[in-house]
């Protein structure tokens, strides 16, 4: 489900408003930049329905140029099931994962995930797809993001449940619970299922 043209339209203006105000020395092209960031977020809140002042407090905070955010997602296979958790925000279950840190290498990321959330220690092994969020039957979203969904070994620890999620547990691929489509799809387990029986196949890619 690709994103309304509206949000496309809004997130471009968010960026090159940020890039604007990052670089511009002028100020009345600053004074131009923060005019069409509010236009930006007026746009999101009208089709959105979300407050304005909760969009503008989330466009004031981006600063610098504009790149996409990065989501890391472990995929974690036990006697051909994987590992899912159940998202309290939701209820929906996805694989375990959330924002690369600042300073934070994505197999750092991804394996502090999976503890933080089901309980379980993880060795990253190996990325398995570099997807952009908007081409996977996502639903919008207001940032753009890049999804890295990395194999990893299963070392140790018991399931357990976090501020965020519980029910982690392991899944046949026949039994996928239905999913919090946010964060994963079922087409993106059932690729990833793919990768777990033909081990040698490439990283899939956008």
Known sequence: MPNPKWLEWAQNLQALVQS???????PFDLQRYEAIREIAAEMVSTYSQVDLPII??????????????????????????????RELAD????????????????????????????????????????????KHG???YIFHIYKLFILCDLVGGQATSSIE?????????????????????????ARFFEHHRCPDLPTDFD
């Not at 604007?20 to 002028?26: A, E, F, R, V």
């Open 138 to 140: 996502h639903p919008a």
């Open 20 to 26: 604007g105000l990052t670089y511009s020395p002028n």
């Open 56 to 85: 503008r407090d989330l466009f004031d905070a981006q600063a610098g140029y504009t790149t996409p955010k990065v989501d890391s997602r472990g995929v974690v296979f036990k006697d051909d099931r994987i590992l899912l958790v």
């Open 91 to 134: 209820g929906g279950f996805t694989l375990p994962g959330g924002w690369v840190d600042v300073n934070e290498p994505p197999s750092s990321a991804v394996e502090r995930e999976v503890w933080e959330e089901t309980g379980y220690l993880v060795k990253a092994r190996k990325i398995l797809a570099v997807y952009d969020r908007n």
């Open 165 to 189: 999620t519980a029910e982690a547990d392991f899944f046949p691929e026949d039994q996928i619970p239905p999913l919090s489509i946010q964060r994963t799809t079922a087409e993106e387990i």
